[in-house]
């Protein structure tokens, strides 16, 4: 046992050291919102989006999760901020990560049971190919949206570091749990409860 718990680590720590490499010639201040270059319009929208709270664009609990457009395994184009009204799930991960292969049978379960909507954000420029990510989803037989950020400008959003990494986002687009590493499916549902 002690060997598979040795091997699974050490294996997680390679897929962070490549995750690492491949995103570290990324400026840091891509990972920063700019709130200062946003527009009138888009103050008035994210206002609007927050049922006229002040809340600030931001990755931390309480702020508001910052908006994306990626398209789906699928083709389609998904913007986080047309679930607003719904319980999001925002999760990145990739199919060479440990962590992520054992969270993903609990998001799949979570998914069916629970009002809760899931994007899987797939850090595909790490990726060997987009084969490897069909086969992922065959394999765990997924059924929420798979996200492709190809060029790993969400990611650098999102200054994700260590993944698997999610956010649970209220209804109103607030950020409500962040975490960092894998969850089961009791700490899904227990953060889920706590949302409105």
């Known amino acids: 046992m002690k060997k ?3 091997t699974v680590v050490l294996l997680a720590m390679f897929g962070y050291a490549v995750f690492d490499l491949v995103v570290q010639d990324k400026k840091s201040d891509h990972a920063t919102i700019n709130t200062n270059e946003k527009t009138e319009k888009e103050n008035d929208e994210t206002n609007s989006q927050t049922n006229s709270i002040d809340v600030e664009i931001g990755l931390e609990e309480g702020d508001l999760a910052p908006d994306f457009q990626l398209e789906t395994l699928a083709g389609e184009t998904v913007k ?3 679930f607003q009204g719904q319980r999001v799930m925002l999760n990145f991960w990739a199919t060479w990560c440990p962590p992520c292969r054992a969270e993903m049978p609990d998001m799949e379960k979570f998914h069916q049971e629970k009002d809760i909507t899931i994007l899987a954000v ?12 069909n086969n992922f989803v065959d394999e765990f037989g997924l059924s929420f949206p798979i996200l492709l950020d190809q060029k ?11 993944i698997p990494t999610s956010y649970m986002i209220d209804s109103n687009g607030i950020i409500q749990y962040k975490a960092l590493g894998a969850l089961n499916y009791e700490m ?4 889920f409860e706590k949302m409105e």
Not at 122 to 133: F, P, S
Not at 152 to 162: F, G, K, L
Not at 188 to 191: I, Q, R
């Open 188 to 191: 899904m549902v227990s953060e």
């Open 80 to 82: 986080l901020s047309e």
């Open 122 to 133: 797939n850090l595909t420029k790490t990726e060997a190919t987009i084969k490897d990510i």
């Open 4 to 6: 598979i718990i040795i």
């Open 152 to 162: 790993i400008e969400v990611a650098n959003t999102y200054q994700i570091r260590p």
